[in-house]
Each structure stands twice: as C-alpha cells, then as structure tokens.
C-alpha cells in the first residue's frame, strides 16, 4: 500500500508527461510556445481594432472549413487570414465557412434585394422622401436609379 505522498508524485510524474505531450502537438495560435512551420506571424500592433478581453492570434495556419451554402471543403489560408484580421480589420473570433463563389452570390443576391427595396421606396414615396426615410442624398439616389435603367 502506498502513503499518501507517493500517491500525489506518481500524479504530478503523470500530469508532466500529459503535458509535455500535449505541448508538442498542439499548434493552437494562442499558446506561447514557438510558431509551427509554414504559418504567417501576426502583427500584434494591427490587430488591437477589435475591443475583445481574450486573448489575439501570435500567427496563422491553413484552416480547412466546409462552405455553409454548397458544402465544399476549402481551406482559409494563412495569408488570407492575415489580410482579414490586420488589413481588413475583422473580427477576431469571426471564421470563414463561404467559398469564394457563394459569397459572391450572396453578395448579387443582397445588392438586388437592395435595388429593388430602394426602387419600391422611390415608387411609393418619391426621391426626396426616400433620401430622407434612408439618410442617403438625392444624388446618390439619381445616380443609383440611372445605373439600375442601363443594367
């Protein structure tokens, strides 16, 4: 039988082990252990946009994801990322899960969906109540009406 000491040190001996394994084959970004080959160091000074209390990626890595809309696997590369959290300024827990393709779909989809609410506005209420209802300038609302007559 063994006393209560043993006891503790063979689970300590145990928990180092865990956690030396764990530590090499864990690539997790915000860990602080080194930056796994192939992936982009994150600028730290550029990603302070985004109010969040956790803690912002060290570097990026090539994420697989499946698209939402068709069910394509894809991968969001590393430079990818870098562009859309530093450059563009998104969203630090915000993930990719659209291909290229659905979302510009998404993105016609939305843009007529747009074009044919203004028009019924300007239809009902007339330009000026419309540019006052949407906070938009009556130029911009012409302007908008003769681009949707050419197309």
Known sequence: ???GRQRRDEIRARRRVRSAIEQRTSYDPWEPQGIPRGAL????AKLVHDGTYGPRPRFYV????????CGRHEVWTAFQQKW?????KGKIDSRANRCRECRRKRRMRRSQDRRVHMEGLMTKYGVEETARRSGQSIDVLM??????EKS
């Open 143 to 148: 302007r908008l009406r003769e681009q949707w």
């Open 1 to 3: 039988m063994k006393s």
């Open 41 to 44: 160091r994150a600028d730290p």
């Open 84 to 88: 859309w959290y530093e450059e563009a």
């Open 62 to 69: 090539d994420t697989r994801f499946t698209c939402m809309d």
